[in-house]
């Protein structure tokens, strides 16, 4: 049972890139997703999240520019960022909950140089 995180780079400020999760062990459907990232020195902070149902929610500093999505035929969930900025690098992490089960999978890291 494991999240794969990948996707992450180095992008120019305006970049975009898609980050990709991919669940082994569970069906992500019936599952709560999100995405959060850690900057270097700061704690780590929510970005963006997605219901079983469906319905999302996004942190203020990343509304507009982030989506987040799920393919339940491929068991990954995508978070797609878009006019990356310089305070966007960070580490992103997804994860998923059901109940009591929270998963975390590895970072995958986001840089976005100036």
């Known amino acids: 049972v494991q999240l794969q995180a990948s996707g992450g780079g180095s992008v120019p400020a305006g970049g975009s890139l898609r980050l990709s999760c991919a669940a082994s062990?569970?069906?992500?459907?019936?599952?709560?997703v999100g995405w959060y990232r850690q900057a270097p020195g700061k704690q780590r902070e929510f970005v963006a999240a997605?219901?079983?149902?469906?319905?999302?929610n996004y942190a203020d500093s990343i509304k507009g520019r982030f989506t987040i999505s799920r393919d339940n035929v491929k068991n990954t969930v995508y978070l797609q960022t878009n006019d990356l900025k310089p305070e966007d690098t960070a580490d992103y992490y997804c994860?998923?909950?059901?109940?009591?089960?929270?998963?975390w999978g590895q970072g995958t890291q986001v840089t976005v140089s100036s």
């Open positions: 997605m219901a079983s149902g469906g319905a999302t």
């Open positions: 062990g569970i069906v992500i459907s019936i599952y709560n």
């Open positions: 994860n998923s909950i059901r109940g009591l089960r929270t998963l």
